[in-house]
């Protein structure tokens, strides 16, 4: 039985209500919903069954049962390695750069900008570490490895002044790097060509758009770059 409050919140959350979507299935012309469903869901991927997803619960009550559920949970120590590692963040930073209230509450009566403040907040950190450092330039960024290597690729794609398609990147990345920039690169239209740089850069003909290159690499090796990267940037890039 719904309370009227719960009966005002999924009025105002959720969908049209049955008059809405009779009006719309008639412009539709469709008797019901499951009419509609037939229609355009795949009749091998519908599910036939009830949904076993019990009462609806209160706030209190779901974080509730999602606490016990994750008293379940054992950490053991992790030795994946590619690019998943523990870490450890200060306290200071933690709250006051990470989960700082103030870039994600509001500054308009109808908007929390997150986007504003997670540019100000990367900003903050960039210069906390140029004054740590002394280095000139400091990178943050909220990308994670293999989103950022496939948007250095589409930049380079962008900038390229050559016919050129084709990408390198070693093996030495990690796999969900290289997954991520040949998924990125189909849709521009880019070749990938994924293998190691001690054989492949110097047997390579072709222009390349770019060449992505892991130091450490995945497997934890240490290698001097700088030859390969002086043999990619003579593939006239």
């Given at each position: 039985?719904?309370?009227?409050?719960?009966?005002?919140?999924?009025?105002?959350?959720?969908?049209?209500?049955?008059?809405?979507?009779?009006?719309?299935l008639k412009d539709l012309n469709f008797k019901?919903?499951?009419?509609?469903?037939?229609?355009?869901?795949?009749?091998?991927?519908?599910?036939?069954?009830?949904?076993?997803?019990?009462?609806?619960?209160?706030?209190?009550?779901?974080?509730?049962?999602?606490?016990?559920?994750?008293?379940?949970?054992?950490?053991?120590?992790?030795?994946?390695?590619?690019?998943?590692?523990?870490?450890?963040?200060?306290?200071?930073?933690?709250?006051?750069?990470?989960?700082?209230?103030?870039?994600?509450?509001?500054?308009?009566?109808?908007?929390?900008?997150?986007?504003?403040?997670?540019?100000?907040?990367?900003?903050?950190?960039?210069?906390?570490?140029?004054?740590?450092?002394?280095?000139?330039?400091?990178?943050?960024?909220?990308?994670?490895?293999?989103?950022?290597?496939?948007e250095a690729m589409g930049l380079s794609h962008?900038?390229?002044?050559?016919?050129?398609?084709?990408?390198?990147?070693?093996?030495?990345?990690?796999?969900?790097?290289?997954?991520?920039?040949?998924?990125?690169?189909?849709?521009?239209?880019?070749?990938?060509?994924?293998?190691?740089?001690?054989?492949?850069?110097?047997?390579?003909?072709?222009?390349?758009?770019?060449?992505?290159?892991?130091?450490?690499?995945?497997?934890?090796?240490?290698?001097?770059?700088?030859?390969?990267?002086?043999?990619?940037?003579?593939?006239?890039?």
């Amino acid at each position: 039985m719904l309370h009227n409050s719960q009966k005002d919140f999924i009025g105002r959350h959720i969908g049209p209500s049955d008059n809405d979507q009779q009006k719309m299935l008639k412009d539709l012309n469709f008797k019901s919903l499951d009419d509609l469903i037939n229609s355009t869901v795949p009749e091998k991927i519908q599910f036939k069954g009830e949904l076993n997803i019990g009462d609806s619960n209160s706030e209190y009550e779901a974080l509730r049962k999602l606490k016990a559920i994750s008293k379940k949970n054992q950490i053991y120590s992790n030795f994946i390695g590619m690019g998943y590692y523990g870490t450890y963040t200060p306290y200071v930073i933690l709250r006051n750069i990470l989960e700082n209230p103030g870039w994600y509450t509001s500054y308009t009566p109808y908007q929390p900008e997150v986007a504003q403040g997670r540019l100000e907040m990367l900003l903050n950190f960039q210069q906390m570490v140029v004054d740590l450092t002394g280095m000139d330039i400091a990178n943050a960024s909220l990308l994670d490895e293999g989103t950022a290597a496939a948007e250095a690729m589409g930049l380079s794609h962008r900038l390229n002044k050559s016919d050129s398609n084709l990408v390198f990147i070693s093996e030495n990345c990690h796999p969900q790097t290289i997954d991520v920039v040949q998924t990125r690169a189909e849709p521009m239209g880019l070749k990938v060509l994924v293998g190691n740089e001690d054989k492949v850069l110097d047997q390579l003909k072709e222009d390349v758009v770019c060449g992505i290159l892991q130091y450490p690499g995945t497997l934890g090796d240490i290698k001097d770059p700088s030859e390969h990267i002086s043999k990619i940037h003579k593939k006239k890039w």
